[in-house]
């Protein structure tokens, strides 16, 4: 009857590592199954590329070519969302009862929560690929190799951050029907109020700073600096000449703030 | 040795308009390889008793020990030795029937060859085989009890909770899933079952516990709750409306108690400790007076009528027992 074998007890670091994969790997597992779901996404961001290259771009005045200007910010945009997806995963893994079966299990505490966000983070990657390779083909280009390494690698960081406010954020919303109206009214906002389709000038000087520092502006210019993706000439705020540093403090807070949150939050789940 | 034991469990659920007393002080023991049936209306608490026993959820008062350990204190080890299928299956949808059950193996610690392989057998034994590799969004309800069932059994626990195990499935299914479940008591697996189904607590129970309102109002064999409900009674239908005053007067004096009397069903029923001697001379004595009935039985009461009674919704107060009394007296 001792079916069970030597492997680390839960609560031992062994089995935290091995549990986090292993959730994580259900949560990879799924994505092909639900294709609507990563298609729309990408779709999503793909519309507006062609919305605002076509429609507004004539309009908008930027330092250069307009689709190289816009592409870093809907990479941005892109992973502000990710934040929803992590969201949306979570509400739904708590409502259909999956996460009430793995606290049934004798499992390591953490592994949904780091699986969760250790997977969430590998699909942003995939998205972000093929928006690249879409950007590719419309025309959008960048310096030098080693430049769009750095500028993925800290997508992915960004990514990270947003992960674990959308876990925390999904633990608190009570079906997944709330937390699409939630991030609707929050993120939508919050990548438009930003730099990312039009350059900051041209918005009210009252909502300049706010704009600024806003890390979907931050990690925006960061990228254009990077790329050289028609940076405008910085201004003499922090966020503007040191976007690169800015975005990865904004990341840190992000996780210092929901990471215990959202563990938190899951451990009263028991309440 | 007892695999559970609980004492005064209370939980409240608190919202911002009101306060739910779900439990309200219940104490429960299972002896080590038994069945014990958690037995109560909708709303009772049984689903709440099963998830603070198996640690998804904690009491706001209250000690249990689950197979000697704490509960407060020790949950991790509680589950390793425990099984959980909960009231509504909690398998994934968008994973196939065998990755569900090796991801819950290989996350109850098991090897990934050992949960493989114990993924096959309960595959086999929940005649899952033919969609094991299909993704679980396309079973039928059934399909799913049976597969969530399944992953409570992947680590071979030693107590097992199944909350309303045969909701929703089709006749043959329940009486597979209660063969399954007689299986796994005779391997000396605990186990503690809630259900709606009187038939299924009278089944596979060696003890039933009645909870309502969140608090125990009765509890022992089916047989020892069916006889504090009442022992025998006669039943008889009467041909004809005019010959109930007659038919009422014979039976309470062949009888022991009050006869009850339904109009629209010319139903007569009676009270009786003389069993089968007694139906004799009722249908002699309504042969002798010329009635004619449709139908006569001695009725021995059923859980039904348990319930009935012990919750409070029976049309028949007479037969409340003592402890079903103060139940409504609380
Ligand atoms: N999460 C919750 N928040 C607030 N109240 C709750 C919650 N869960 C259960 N309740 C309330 O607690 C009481 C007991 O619920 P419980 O689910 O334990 O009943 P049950 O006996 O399993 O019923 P059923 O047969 O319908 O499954 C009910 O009044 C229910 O409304
Ligand atoms: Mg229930």
């Keep these: 009857m001792t079916a069970r074998t030597t492997s680390a007890p839960s609560g031992s670091v062994g089995s935290a590592v091995t549990d986090g994969i292993l959730v994580g790997w259900r949560n990879l597992k799924r994505i092909p199954r639900i294709p609507e779901l990563a298609i729309f996404a990408i779709l999503q961001s793909i519309m507006f590329v062609l919305l605002f290259v076509f429609v507004f771009g004539g309009a908008i005045n930027v330092p250069g070519d307009y689709t190289s200007f816009l592409m870093p910010g809907i990479f941005a945009q892109t992973i502000v969302f990710a934040a929803g997806t992590t969201a949306i995963g979570m509400t739904d893994d708590i409502n259909k009862g999956i996460v009430d079966r793995f606290r049934s299990l004798p499992m390591s505490r953490s592994a949904v929560l780091t699986g969760r966000t250790f997977s969430d983070v590998i699909y942003n990657a995939g ?19 080693p430049s769009l390494i ?39 906002p919050i990548t438009f109020i930003s730099n990312v389709f039009v350059p900051l000038e041209s918005l009210p000087e009252w909502l300049q700073p706010i704009a600024e520092w806003n890390p979907t502006s931050t990690l925006t210019a960061a990228l254009r600096e990077m790329w050289g993706n028609g940076a405008p000439p910085p201004t003499n705020s922090l966020a503007s000449t040191e976007p690169a540093l800015v975005t990865i403090v904004w990341v840190l807070v992000f996780i210092v703030v929901f990471g215990p949150l959202g563990v938190r939050r899951y451990r009263s789940m028991s309440r | ?13 608190k919202s911002r308009k009101n306060e739910v007393r779900a439990l309200d002080g219940v104490d429960l023991t299972v002896p080590e390889g038994t069945v ?19 640690t998804l959820l904690k009491p706001d008062s209250g000690r249990a020990t689950i197979a000697g350990f704490d509960l407060a204190r020790q949950p991790d080890d509680i589950r390793r030795v425990i099984g959980l299928s909960g009231q509504y299956a909690a398998v994934d949808e968008n994973l196939t029937g065998s990755e569900n059950l090796w991801l819950f193996g290989r996350l109850y610690q098991l090897s990934s060859a050992e949960a493989t392989r114990r993924a096959t057998e309960l595959l086999e034994q929940f005649d899952l085989v033919d969609a094991a590799d299909r993704v679980v969004k396309t079973y039928s309800g059934g399909m799913r009890r049976r597969l969530d069932l399944g992953s409570a059994l992947i680590g071979r626990p030693r107590l097992l909770f199944l909350d309303e195990p045969t909701t929703g499935l089709d006749p043959r299914s329940r009486i597979g899933m209660w063969d399954v479940i007689r299986g796994l008591v005779a391997e000396g697996v605990t186990l503690l079952l809630t259900t709606q189904y009187l038939e299924e607590a009278d089944e596979l129970a060696d003890r039933i516990v009645v909870i309502d309102h969140g608090k125990i109002i009765a509890g022992g064999t089916a047989d020892e709750l069916k006889s504090a409900v009442g022992g025998e009674r006669i039943e008889v239908v009467a041909h004809d409306r005019d010959a109930i005053p007659r038919a009422k007067e014979i039976l309470s004096r062949d009888c022991a108690g009050d006869v009850t009397v339904d109009e629209h069903t010319r139903r007569l029923t009676a009270p009786t400790s003389a069993g089968a001697g007694a139906l004799v001379q009722v249908v002699r004595d309504f042969d002798e007076a010329g009635i ?8 021995r009461p059923t859980l039904d009528d348990v319930f009935l009674a012990l919750t409070g919704h029976a049309a028949e107060e007479e037969t409340l027992t003592d402890e079903a009394s103060t139940r409504s007296a609380a």
């Design chain 2, 1 to 13: 040795m007892d695999a559970i034991t609980a004492e005064g469990l209370v939980k409240i659920y």
């Design chain 1, 127 to 145: 998205i972000l690929v093929v928006l690249m390779l879409t950007g590719f083909v419309v025309g959008w280009r960048v310096d030098d190799i």
């Design chain 1, 150 to 188: 750095a500028g993925f690698a800290l997508l992915l960081f960004f990514a990270y951050g947003m992960v674990w406010l959308g876990v925390w954020l999904g633990l608190n919303v009570p079906t997944v029907e709330v937390g699409q109206q939630v991030i609707f009214t929050v993120l939508f």
């Design chain 2, 292 to 299: 004619r009935i449709d139908d006569i039985a001695l009725r």
């Design chain 2, 36 to 54: 014990l049936g958690l037995l109560g209306p909708n709303g009772a608490g049984k689903t709440t008793a099963v998830r603070i026993l198996a």
